[in-house]
């Protein structure tokens, strides 16, 4: 059974930055992708990064791309999201999820492991 554990939410103001991480437990770590997904009140889960299980490749949503960057220490089973230049938009309940396999998707349902979430709150 694997575990994931968020942690660094809070609240900014509109053009500041956050970093989430994410530490895993549980079975082999470093060959899964990973995956951060947030969900707005009254909105659907959406992708926002993804990362293979190497680390040498990763995938955004349109959205965050030039602002998140998604990276991963397999030393430390972690796995972390830098988010810069936030705006009210990005207010949400961030998690991070694991796959069985090394290829990452942007797909909430190929992803098999769910941390219980990190509040994200921007402020204008």
């Known amino acids: 059974q694997a575990q994931l554990v968020e942690s660094g939410g809070g609240s900014v103001q509109a053009g500041g930055s956050l970093r989430l991480s994410c530490a895993y437990s549980?079975?082999?770590?470093?060959?899964?992708?990973m995956g951060w997904f947030r969900q707005a009140p009254g909105k659907e889960r959406e992708f926002v990064a993804a990362?293979?299980?190497?680390?040498?490749?990763?995938d955004y949503a349109d959205s965050v791309k030039g602002r998140f960057t998604i990276s991963r220490d397999n030393a430390k089973n972690t796995v972390y999201l830098q988010m810069n230049s936030l705006n009210s938009e990005d207010t949400a309940v961030y998690f991070c999820?694991?796959?069985?396999?090394?290829?990452?998707?942007?797909?909430?349902?190929?992803?098999?492991?769910w941390g219980q979430g990190a509040q994200v709150t921007v402020s204008s």
């Open positions: 999820a694991a796959r069985y396999y090394s290829d990452s998707s942007s797909d909430p349902r190929d992803y098999k492991y």
């Open positions: 549980g079975r082999t770590y470093s060959g899964y992708a």
């Open positions: 990362i293979t299980g190497s680390g040498r490749s990763t």
